[in-house]
């Protein structure tokens, strides 16, 4: 029998035991370094956290927009109390995030500017139909918003949610705000709004693209 058959083996067995200096073909010793892709858990981790913050901050300066836009149009109106205090909860929201930006330094999405524009557009676009259209706005994108914070929650609580506590605990407080707004946007007619459910969908269309692109960019 030939060196290559006798040792095939024993070589085969220290490959799998993860021996790093396994024997060749005819005794020589060969290197086998394992390969990587240069991904550690800490870089996934870092990545995923990334992700959240950039598009939580861009959420919540989005959100501060509308309210602008809704507060321009209706702010003088029954209405106006309304929209300024779930508007002074945003700014909180936005303040805490403009913070994390900071501390975990993570670059803000490019998309600023146009979100600037878009956020407010939205809010006096709907204002202009009516309280029950600023308040089908809010319900479509609070609800929006809440649903992304769940996922949000769900992801640092399966990856690792003592290292996330600080993060969930924001996530979760600001969850529970923005239902809050839904339901506020329910209790002020939201509901007989021109073509509510066509309205709902399509901001939340909108929602679900501007959460998409703002992640990435």
């Known amino acids: ?20 200096w396994p024997l060749s073909a005819c005794g020589r010793r060969i290197s086998v370094r394992p390969r990587s892709s240069g ?26 927009r509308i309210y602008a836009g809704q507060m321009a149009v209706l702010g003088r109106t029954s209405v106006g109390p309304v929209i300024q205090k779930m508007w002074d909860q945003e700014k909180d929201h936005l303040k805490k995030f403009n913070e994390l930006v ?3 330094r993570v670059r803000p999405t ?14 006096a676009g709907t204002a202009l139909l009516g309280k029950e259209g600023a308040m089908a706005c809010t319900v479509a994108v609070e609800e929006s918003i809440a649903h992304h914070y769940n996922n949000q929650i769900r992801t640092l609580m399966e990856e690792d949610p ?4 600080e993060l969930l605990q924001v996530i979760k407080q600001f969850r529970d705000e923005e239902l809050e707004h839904h339901d ?5 007619d939201a509901e007989l709004a021109p073509a509510y459910t066509l309205l ?14 703002s992640e990435r960019f």
């Open 184 to 188: 506020l946007g329910l209790e002020h």
């Open 162 to 165: 003592e290292r996330h506590q």
């Open 1 to 20: 029998m030939s060196c290559a058959g006798v040792s095939a083996a024993p070589s085969l067995w220290r490959l799998r035991m993860g021996a790093r």
């Open 39 to 64: 991904t550690t858990l800490d870089d996934v981790s870092r990545a995923a956290v990334d992700r959240i913050i950039r598009v939580d901050h861009a959420g919540e300066y989005g959100a501060n």
């Open 102 to 104: 900071v501390a975990f």
């Open 110 to 123: 490019v998309l600023m500017p146009f979100w600037n524009v878009v956020g407010f557009a939205l809010g």
């Open 200 to 213: 709902k969908s399509a901001i939340q269309a909108g929602c679900s693209a501007a959460i998409y692109l």
